[in-house]
């Protein structure tokens, strides 16, 4: 566990290193849906890409947003854009219209779409970042650390340049649990918790969540023991953050770390 203390100052700072002048356009609402899908899948399957006209190369972040796996639309945030990266908002089917396994298939593919097209934008497929909130978050995780998800849409998961899930579920998720009739206070780790998953790469992964006394119930603690399970199988960049006096919400400020941690890899 590490306190942040000066999180003001990060935030300053990382603002000022980030500060572009360039030109930024947004292209809304592309299809990743197969061509024979249902029309809830169209409706669904779609994100919005928001990426900087005058730079080459740059780094992706393929943004998941949170609600559960029931709630929630694919959304650019406010606080990354106009800082020299492109942004991927995703969205994707939610339970009980669909099951947690076919949730976790669409973000996979929405990282595959990612990784094929991010060229035709100006960036570079070598850095792609995933990063996402709460139910985004534990996304994130199951396609970094299952990389049978991936790899089922033609995509190396060990690729993948870096992970920065806020608050992630990393037991099996709640609404993957209610599936199966387990109470939500029923902890349980199978295949639909990424600590289920741990395993050992080089792709970096940085865990960031709330205060443990402020946070919703377990989230830290999840997070503190996938940490400690990815460093005792090797996995030598893993990094674990705890925002005191923040709770579930804290988005901000998540976000300047994420563009911290994004720049500190792209050296």
Not at 152 to 167: M, T, Y
Request: a neutral charge; hydrophobic letters at 40%.
């Amino acid at each position: 566990m590490k306190r942040l203390l000066f999180l003001f100052v990060l935030s300053f700072s990382v603002s000022l290193l980030f500060a572009q002048n360039g030109n930024y356009e947004l292209k809304e609402n592309i299809s990743y849906a197969a061509s024979n899908a249902d029309a809830y899948s169209k409706e669904r399957c779609q994100i919005d890409v928001y990426y900087p006209k005058d730079k080459k190369d740059f780094v992706t972040v393929v943004w998941f947003h949170g609600g559960g796996l029931t709630g929630g639309e694919k959304e650019i945030p406010a606080y990354l854009k106009d800082k020299g990266i492109a942004v991927v908002g995703v969205g994707y089917r939610l339970s009980p219209k669909a099951k947690v396994e076919d949730i976790i298939k669409d973000a996979a593919k929405a990282v595959s779409w990612t990784f094929n097209h991010i060229g035709e934008f100006g960036g570079s497929n070598q850095k792609i970042v995933l990063s996402g909130h709460s139910a985004g978050g534990y996304l994130n995780l199951m396609l970094a650390l299952n990389p049978r998800y991936l790899k089922e849409e033609g995509i190396d998961a060990d690729k993948l340049f870096g992970v920065v899930p806020f608050s992630a579920q990393c037991i099996s998720h709640f609404t993957a649990r209610a599936e199966k009739g387990i109470d939500i206070n029923q902890p349980v780790v199978d295949e639909f918790a990424p600590l289920y998953w741990v395993r050992k790469n080089q792709v970096p992964i940085t865990l960031i969540t709330g205060d443990r006394e402020l946070e919703m119930v377990g989230r830290y603690e999840e997070n503190a023991y996938l940490a400690r399970m990815l460093k005792i199988v090797g996995h030598s960049q893993t990094k674990l953050l705890e925002l005191d006096g923040y709770d579930h919400g804290m988005t901000y400020p998540a976000f300047p770390i994420l563009i911290r941690e994004i720049e500190r890899w792209n050296k």
